[in-house]
């Protein structure tokens, strides 16, 4: 096993733990045995983050869970600037802000927003669409829409002709099927039903 | 440990092909058992994972990797027929310059660690998209069509890739149409290979199958029939060492007239 992938640097603010390379289990091996051969040491003292290029931020986020929940250490890294985490997520989407578009938006084109999103047009293959809000497209989705990207499993996609590569609703990534899709060329709403993105019929009777 | 082979598939000219041979060569070696990677350097166009049908699996991309906002691992996209086979996409909303030829360097010697063949499908143009995709190989093959401006360009491009280190590129024919070489209105093979003065790997002929395919995501080299598939699993079977004589592209003598031709021929 290689060794030295994770090693330990006080700052004032508390210690910084430096990983460097390798793959996630061997890095959670060895930070598990260095943290238990001083566990009291870290115990008295205030965990500050997770430093390193090669580990991804879900991987960061789940080593210092282990640290705090497992070895009940204080952890005073927050992921504040993880768009996924942050407390005060976007909450309007029964009412607020809203950005209009009356154009198509074309392949390689990004629109964002830090609300709700409505397309006058359409939303091409290869466009995509990021709304911390709900997004509504007046015409087809053959692009990639976001709803609810900063954690908003509630927000919901509509389409008048709902044919997405590619669905995401806050954390929840769904993809279009590789057969030929049999669209009912309704209008149709996308939601978050149990962990999935459901497709259902625009109208709820007619 | 033996290291994976790094081959750019590239052209000078657009639309000659260079995506279509990768999508099949990539497939192919994957078919005969080895592990590979198709790596798609044409950001802001991209296209590849398009013709391999994976367009909708994409969350993490070449700029995502080289940046480190995923692991490589991550941004892999493993293809959904062939065991083996995996797709490196292009970052489509940003532009050439997101990356630079030391980070394709450093990227392709990491894949060619878990991977036999890296096969990059580089964009058109000789510009930094170019230099980018040709930075990583050690190998590199000219994808022309049968037409001057084609073949001008990739004796420009053959002419870098010398500058560049990369020694004897192999050169890849696409889209012969018998008939018309045939009449004399086409160039041929001898034409092209005595103006560029490179080794031929393969000819591909121009064939319906090919547009078929891309349209459906899933490359033509996995099927039985077409003659274009056939051609690829030369190109593939040649790849892998092994001699393999060139395509009759005759298609209009079928076997009945070539029998008829030489029964009457006496």
């Known amino acids: ?206 | 440990m033996v290291m994976g082979r790094a081959i750019v598939i590239t052209s000078g000219k657009g639309g000659v092909g260079k995506t279509t041979a990768t999508a099949n060569i990539g497939t192919g070696l994957a078919m005969s058992g080895y592990k590979v990677v198709v790596v798609d350097t044409d950001i802001g166009l991209r296209n590849l994972d398009v013709v391999m049908g994976l367009e909708n699996r994409i969350v993490y991309d070449i700029v995502d990797v080289v940046e480190g906002n995923c692991r490589l691992k991550q941004g892999l996209i493993k293809d959904k027929r062939f065991d083996g086979l995996y797709l490196l996409p292009a970052a489509q909303t940003k532009d050439k310059t997101a990356i630079t030829p030391e980070q394709m360097i450093e990227l392709v010697a990491k894949l060619k660690e878990e991977f036999d063949f890296i096969i990059i499908d580089s964009p058109a143009g000789i510009e930094q998209g170019f230099k980018n995709s040709i930075a990583g190989a050690d190998e590199a093959y000219i994808v022309t069509t049968p037409e001057v401006s084609a073949v001008r360009d990739a004796d420009r491009v053959i002419g870098l890739l010398e500058a560049h280190g990369i020694k004897n590129p192999k050169l890849i024919i696409n889209r012969i149409r018998y008939d018309m070489v045939k009449r004399g209105d086409m160039m041929n093979v001898e034409d092209i290979i005595d103006i560029l003065a490179i080794d031929l790997l393969g000819i591909i002929p121009d064939d319906e199958a090919i547009v078929i395919s891309t349209n459906k995501g899933e490359p033509v080299i996995a099927e039985e029939k077409p003659l274009s598939a056939k051609a690829f699993r030369n190109i593939c079977s040649r790849i892998l060492g092994n001699e393999v004589e060139l395509l009759d592209l005759d298609v209009n003598e079928g076997k009945f007239s070539k029998l008829l031709k030489i029964l009457f021929s006496k």
């Open chain 1, 1 to 206: 096993m290689k060794e030295g992938l994770v090693s330990f640097k006080g700052i004032n603010g508390g210690i910084y733990i430096h990983v460097k390379g390798g793959e996630y289990s061997s890095i959670l091996e060895e930070l598990e045995r260095k943290l238990l051969e001083s566990l009291d040491f870290f115990k008295g003292a205030k965990i500050a983050g997770i430093k390193g290029d090669s580990i991804s931020r879900e991987e960061k986020k789940e080593l210092l869970n282990i640290m705090k929940y497992k070895y009940d250490l204080n952890v005073t890294e927050d992921f504040k600037e993880d768009p996924l985490d942050r407390p005060n997520m976007f909450e309007g989407i029964v009412e607020g802000m809203t950005k209009f578009i009356h154009n198509t938006i074309r392949s390689g084109q990004v629109i964002e927003y830090d609300g709700n999103i409505v397309v006058i047009g359409d939303v091409n293959p290869g466009a995509l669409v990021r709304a911390k809000g709900n997004i509504v497209i007046l015409g087809r989705l053959k692009g990639v829409a976001h709803a609810g990207c900063d954690g908003n499993t509630k927000a919901l996609v509509a389409a008048y002709d709902l044919r997405p590569t590619q669905l995401r609703i806050g954390n929840i990534i769904s993809r279009r099927p590789d057969e030929n899709m049999d669209t009912t060329g309704l209008p149709e709403v996308a939601k978050v039903h149990d962990n999935e993105v459901v497709i259902e019929p625009y109208l709820p009777r007619k």
